[in-house]
């Protein structure tokens, strides 16, 4: 599996860098997202992002994958808002709040703001 993550990786910079070559007298040209996917690629970092009917295990799924009970999984309450899971040297969570503020809570108050409740 990493060794094709590792020939696709390559092949995408490739393809890429191609693109590149192509328009250099016009860099402009070239779309951000284009330069945000290469330095992503560069840096091994992806989003995988997992979705799904409601109450299908997605949580549980993630939660064990991770080998921790970070996410809140149960019958009720649904979860309602997109969670982001990074890697850390230690456990922490924080919640964005409308108007851009972050706020930094205790994992076990993550239902609290993921949830309809
Ligand atoms: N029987 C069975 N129950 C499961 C399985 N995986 C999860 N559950 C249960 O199904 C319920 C919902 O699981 P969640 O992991 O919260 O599901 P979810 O997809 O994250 O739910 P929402 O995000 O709220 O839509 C919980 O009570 C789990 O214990 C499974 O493989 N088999
Ligand atoms: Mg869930």
């Known amino acids: 599996m990493l060794e094709e993550f590792i020939r696709h990786k390559t092949e995408m910079l490739g393809t890429i860098e191609n693109i590149e070559l192509?328009?250099?007298?016009?860099?402009?040209?070239?779309?951000?997202?284009?330069l945000m996917v290469k330095e992503q690629l560069i840096a091994n970092c992806?989003?995988?992002?997992?979705l799904g009917q409601f109450k299908r295990g997605k949580a549980t799924l993630i939660n064990s994958l991770?080998?921790?009970?970070?996410l809140p999984s149960s019958v009720v309450p649904p979860t309602s808002v997109v969670t982001i899971?990074?890697?850390?040297?230690?456990?922490s969570c924080?919640?964005?709040?409308e108007g851009?503020?972050?706020?930094?809570?205790?994992?076990e108050e993550l239902s609290d703001y993921v949830t309809e409740k």
Not at 22 to 34: C, E, P, S, T, W
Not at 85 to 91: C, D
Not at 94 to 97: A, D, F, P
């Open 46 to 50: 992806f989003n995988l992002v997992i």
């Open 66 to 70: 991770i080998g921790k009970k970070i």
């Open 94 to 97: 924080s919640v964005s709040i």
């Open 100 to 107: 851009g503020n972050e706020k930094k809570i205790r994992i």
């Open 22 to 34: 192509l328009i250099k007298d016009d860099m402009g040209a070239v779309d951000n997202r284009l």
């Open 85 to 91: 899971l990074k890697y850390g040297e230690e456990v």
